[in-house]
């Protein structure tokens, strides 16, 4: 395929093609809403309580913001929308997106539920990846118990990582083991089905612990493909230099490695902790420096193709729009094996659909659950889209921009 000379965020025709009249319009009630802080803040308060009361909301919620955001409440619910999309030449990153069980009953449902997503993925055309949160199926509590040793430890992170095991107490080594073998079990099924595997990236004071044993599947199941593959959050003043490491430790190891750029959701959450428990915030201090950083890693990604698989997870349209030009600057393919882009369901249809109409290998990524269940992930949703400067306004804009296309 020959590079694509112009590619351009604006054509609304192509960004919502997949959506019927009655949907465009939907989608601008609900983002309109969402436009109203005071609206969000309510809602996201009042929400979780009114859920459990057990009050009839959820056919409302069903019909308005989880349809927007959510691919369904089963995994063959998925389907429908999974199918619209591939008319797009759009793929799909399946998320199981439910949240904050605990107790390893749960966990190892977690794990088959991943396994079960990973079986179906592979049964469909346009599915290559799924997504995983490690505090899916590991407890929270540990997480931080661990990411807390590490941090007091010196030298390597692998290095750090087996120092805390030899230092922590034997139940807490022997629940580790079970969530190593959570993990193992997923990354097999993966490999088995060549599905890819996103392992999301949450607090940074659990991240060591994830990254390490992140790291350690890559090193087992990395040797021929990318099959599994980390997240590092370009809000965090030290995850370029992370990024770095991981690739010399892959060169070193012979491995491929995975990695999703996205620059971080949990920003207020990490400073307010910081200035609570008085340590230096480990967030840049603006944006302008996260989207330096963001950009600096599709540049180190894409220089190192032969070694790295990267999937640029952003909504930011200038990052996007980079990754295409370094990519034709470079000569190489906008559906390079080793390059994907990845959008949330129901955010940014420009980027995603102007993208796949460009030749480029390009995603959504699709939740699905009860409703109860992805609560969490609808609320951060409708916080980002009333916080993020300038998002809710940028889609309402191409969304009446196509509505007025359409005479409507
Ligand atoms: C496919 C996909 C997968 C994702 N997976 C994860 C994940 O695993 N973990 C995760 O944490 N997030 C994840 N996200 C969300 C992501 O981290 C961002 O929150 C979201 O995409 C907004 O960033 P942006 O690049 O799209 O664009 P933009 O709108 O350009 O950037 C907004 C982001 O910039 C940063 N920012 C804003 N203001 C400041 C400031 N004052 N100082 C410093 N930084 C600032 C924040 O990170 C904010 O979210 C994912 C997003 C996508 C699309």
Request: aromatic share 10%.
């Amino acid at each position: 395929m020959e590079p694509h000379p112009e590619i351009s965020f604006d054509n609304t025709e192509l960004a919502f093609g997949y959506k019927n009249d009655k949907q465009l319009k939907k989608a601008r009630f609900l983002f309109s809403l969402m436009s109203k802080p005071w609206l969000v803040k309510m809602a996201v308060k009042m929400t979780p309580p009114v859920i459990k009361s057990g009050l009839p909301v959820k056919g409302l919620i069903r019909k308005t913001i989880f349809g927007q955001f959510v691919g369904g409440e089963t995994l063959e619910q998925t389907a429908a929308v999974a199918k619209k999309l591939g008319e797009h030449n759009v793929q799909v990153i399946l998320d199981y997106g439910v949240e904050g069980k605990q107790g390893e009953e749960n966990f190892d449902h977690a794990r088959d539920e991943f396994i079960r997503v990973i079986n179906y993925a592979a049964t469909q055309p346009n599915i290559p990846f799924m997504s995983v949160k490690v505090t899916g199926f590991a407890r929270f509590g540990l997480l931080e118990k661990l990411g807390e040793v590490m941090k007091q430890q010196e030298g390597s992170l692998m290095k750090k990582y087996l120092n805390t095991l030899e230092q922590i107490s034997s139940a807490d080594r022997e629940e580790w083991h079970r969530v190593r073998e959570r993990m193992t079990r997923v990354c097999e099924a993966a490999v088995e089905k060549n599905i890819g595997v996103l392992i999301d990236a949450e607090d940074s004071w659990i991240q060591d612990p994830v990254d390490a044993l992140i790291l350690l599947m890559m090193d087992i199941f990395n040797k021929k493909r990318p099959v599994i593959y980390n997240t590092t959050q370009h809000y965090r003043t030290d995850r370029l230099q992370f990024l770095k490491d991981c690739y010399a430790a892959a060169v070193e190891r012979n491995f491929l490695f995975g990695i999703k750029l996205v620059r971080g959701a949990y920003m207020e959450k990490e400073r307010k902790r910081a200035e609570k428990m008085n340590y230096p915030s480990p967030i840049h201090t603006n944006k302008k420096a996260t989207d330096k950083d963001f950009n600096a890693a599709v540049e180190f990604c894409i220089e190192h193709l032969d070694r790295i698989s990267v999937i640029v997870a952003s909504h930011n349209e200038y990052s996007n729009l980079y990754t295409t030009q370094l990519l034709q600057q470079k000569g190489l393919l906008l559906n390079h094996p080793h390059v994907h882009f990845s959008q949330l369901y129901g955010m940014s249809d420009n980027i995603t659909f102007n993208l796949a109409h460009a030749g480029c290998s390009v995603s959504k990524y699709l939740p699905f659950g009860p409703i109860r269940d992805v609560i969490p992930y609808l609320m951060r949703r409708a916080q980002e889209n009333t916080s993020v400067k300038g998002q809710t306004g940028r889609e309402m804009m191409l969304i009446r921009k196509e509505i007025k296309r359409r005479k409507l």
